[in-house]
């Protein structure tokens, strides 16, 4: 437990009668960047409230750190870089007024750190929060994290609003300053191609549950969509298969490893084999959340869609 | 830290409080303490000292003063604490390192001491021109005009403070709060005058302490301080409770 950065067992969090989050167990490595993904709604914000103290576990256990959660939550808090979904800070402080403020609660801040950041985030220091962009609201807000050197840094939504010269930046600093120190990044965001820049470990969470964790290049190596035709082709998840989507006499599968094998049992059965690929991160989202890739405008690079392999 | 913080944000409210009472008591004391009280002035009477003193401090620190540093008090009460949750900035607030109970107290503490700097320049300004006038000081009116206010002032501030923390809205705070505070000295004032039943009363306990500069022969009401400043610190005390276990 003390080597993860975050470790949770059997979290579960309910808002009335409403379960946000579902037995969740999460791992996550020290020294890493863990991507953690879901659709809206799916658990992630909650989980992170929960992991920092904002609201109260239902069930289940958590470490930050080593720290447990809901016990020792100023020790998380002290070593825990947080940016959360809604990057509301006081209005009529400006950027600098903001770090004065923040600077005194972290031992490990570094004046350095910020004046770097500041630079090369193009923060206007003087100007009141309320007064700013909503991409340099959302500057300012990882300025003040990042500046605080912290063991674990936790980003919720950490691109909305950026352009693209600042969601480069970001990553760098997150790869180099963060990643490179040896500390460690969770990052909960919509935006799969940032987090697959950098992610080391992803976890995908769908309606509070855990669907899957692990090595981002493992599942690149070994993970494979298998597209079949044919009649009376398995249909529900097993073993090694983590989803499957049928249309027709056509069944899409997501296989975690030792594809081959798993084509030649098909193959066996009387299947036609239409296509062998690897996945990216898109694909294994879309897939584990069982949304079709429509393959819509902005989604350049994605696989094409089950129908539109099909052709109709 | 924070303490900065409260004092950055509150800071126009405190100096326009601080401006109005400054003005109250530099306009009403000069001719309270030369004329004295207004049964005085019909009477043709020069008031004494003493009598100048009391009808001074009384007037115009427990009359002006004390309005005054309740509307204050409501003001400086509803950009507490709770108004960080009405602008969704308690969960930037409530992940810095410390416990919720700094959050609760170190903010209510920025706003008792302004509500006390507004107290001590106002009794201040107005003992120094009555001690110019009469060449005369009392160091125990003085005190006990500048406690009456200051826990006066911290009962309807800390009010305020809980209700915005309950109501998770500096402006509801400030409506459910000027509602009880405004129900609280009716009640003990109609059932004083109709029943002879006499309830702890907030305007009584200010103006009590202000009049006590009246009766110099009568000890200082030190029982009643001490109840409304244990009042004052249940609102602060409550508002922790609260905070603690309250989802953000």
Redesign the interface.
């Known amino acids: 437990m003390k080597s993860l950065a975050i470790w949770t067992e059997g979290l579960v969090k309910f808002y009335s009668d409403v379960k946000a989050v579902d037995e969740l167990s999460l791992s996550v490595p020290r020294g890493v960047a863990y991507g953690f993904l879901g659709r809206n709604g799916a658990g992630k914000t909650s989980t992170i ?1 929960m992991l ?5 576990l239902t069930a289940g256990n958590g470490a930050v750190l080593g720290y447990k959660v809901g016990r020792e ?3 998380i ?2 070593r ?1 870089a ?1 940016v ?1 979904e ?1 990057k ?6 400006t950027a600098r ?1 903001l770090t ?7 031992p490990s801040w570094s004046d350095d750190a910020c004046a770097k950041y500041s630079r090369l985030f193009e923060i206007p220091m003087d100007r009141s929060f309320s007064k700013l962009s909503q991409g340099n609201r959302t500057k300012t807000c990882l300025l003040l994290a990042l500046s605080q050197r912290a063991d674990l840094v936790i980003l919720d939504e950490p691109t909305v609003g950026l352009d693209p010269v600042a969601v480069d930046a970001l990553l760098r600093i997150l790869v180099e300053d963060v990643i490179g120190a040896g500390r460690t990044v969770f990052i909960s965001s919509h935006n799969l191609s940032d987090v697959e820049q950098i992610a080391d470990w992803i976890g995908v969470i769908d309606q509070g549950k855990l669907l899957l964790e692990a090595k981002l290049d493992d599942v690149k190596s070994t993970f494979r969509l298998v597209t079949a035709s044919g009649n009376g082709l398995p249909q529900t998840r097993f073993a090694d298969v983590l989803s499957v989507t049928s249309v027709g006499k056509f069944s899409r599968y997501l296989v975690k490893h030792d594809a081959d094998i798993f084509v030649a049992k098909l193959s066996r059965e009387g299947a036609i084999i239409a296509e062998v690929s690897p996945v990216g991160l898109r694909e294994i989202f879309l897939e584990l959340v069982q949304k079709e890739d429509t393959c819509t405008s902005g989604n350049a690079g994605g696989k094409p869609a089950l129908n539109s392999l099909l052709g109709s | ?2 303490f ?2 409260c004092w ?2 509150t800071r126009a409210q405190f100096i326009a409080g601080l401006v109005v009472f400054v003005a109250v008591c530099s306009f009403f004391t000069i001719p309270v303490a030369k004329f004295g009280s207004p049964e005085m002035m019909k009477t043709g009477v020069s008031p004494s000292v003493a009598q100048a003193w009391s009808s001074a401090i009384r007037m115009v620190l427990g009359g002006w003063g004390g309005t005054l540093i309740l509307i204050c008090g409501l003001v400086l009460g509803s950009a507490g604490l709770g108004k960080e949750f009405d ?3 308690v ?2 607030l ?6 919720r109970r700094y959050w609760v107290w170190v903010g209510w503490s920025a706003g008792v001491f302004e509500l006390a700097i507004i107290a001590l320049v106002g009794v201040g300004l107005t003992s120094g021109l009555l001690t110019f006038l009469t060449g005369h000081f009392y160091t125990w009116r003085v005190l006990a005009a500048f406690l009456g206010l200051t826990v006066g002032g911290a009962v309807s501030y800390s009010l305020t403070y809980f209700m915005a923390v309950v109501t998770r809205s500096g402006l509801q705070g400030l409506g459910y709060a000027m509602g009880i505070l405004f129900v609280a000295i009716l009640v003990p004032g109609m059932t004083a005058h109709f029943w002879r039943i006499y309830l702890p009363s907030l305007w009584d306990f200010m103006d009590t302490t202000c009049e006590w500069a009246a009766a110099v022969v009568s000890s200082f009401p030190f029982s009643v301080l001490i109840l409304w400043s244990i009042v004052a610190l249940a609102f602060p005390l409550a508002a922790q409770a609260l905070v603690e ?1 309250a ?2």
């Open positions: 409230r920092l103290g904002l609201t109260k939550q100023v020790a808090l002290e825990t947080f959360g809604n509301i800070l006081y209005g009529n402080l007024e004065r403020f923040t600077r005194g609660f972290y | 830290m924070y900065w913080k950055r944000e602008k969704q900035t969960g930037f409530f992940t810095r390192p410390r416990r276990r989802d953000v």
